[in-house]
């Protein structure tokens, strides 16, 4: 079991930057994936970028490459997403989300999520 607190969300104008932080929980963070997703309103939750184990293979949804970069701090047991050039396409939900196969990496099927934290970006 892991639990997952995200927090950094927030209102920002286009162009500008914000840093996503998920704190989990469990003796056993390396053991898990990492991803991050988003939801808009009246939209499905979309895969926005995710991490292996050691931190060493970040992947990316298309729309977010080249402005966001994930991260991770096994010793802090916490995950980070930094977004940059902001746009309002951007505005959703993000959610953190922990699971233990990299099959599943770019799907929305992880086993563990978090609440979500609110990003919208004003144009």
């Known amino acids: 079991q892991v639990q997952l607190v995200e927090s950094g969300g927030g209102l920002v104008q286009a162009g500008g930057s914000l840093r996503l932080s998920c704190a989990t929980s469990?003796?056993?963070?390396?053991?898990?994936?990492m991803g991050w997703f988003r939801q808009a309103p009246g939209k499905e939750r979309e895969f926005v970028a995710t991490?292996?184990?050691?931190?060493?293979?970040?992947l990316y949804a298309d729309s977010v490459k080249g402005r966001f970069t994930i991260s991770r701090d096994n010793a802090k047991k916490t995950v980070y997403l930094q977004m940059n050039s902001l746009k309002p396409e951007d505005t959703a939900v993000y959610y953190c989300?922990?699971?233990?196969?990299?099959?599943?990496?770019?799907?929305?099927?992880?086993?563990?999520w978090g609440q979500g934290t609110q990003v919208t970006v004003s144009s």
């Open positions: 989300a922990a699971d233990s196969d990299w099959g599943r990496a770019r799907t929305p099927k992880y086993d563990y």
């Open positions: 469990g003796r056993t963070f390396n053991s898990y994936i």
């Open positions: 991490i292996d184990w050691s931190g060493g293979i970040p």
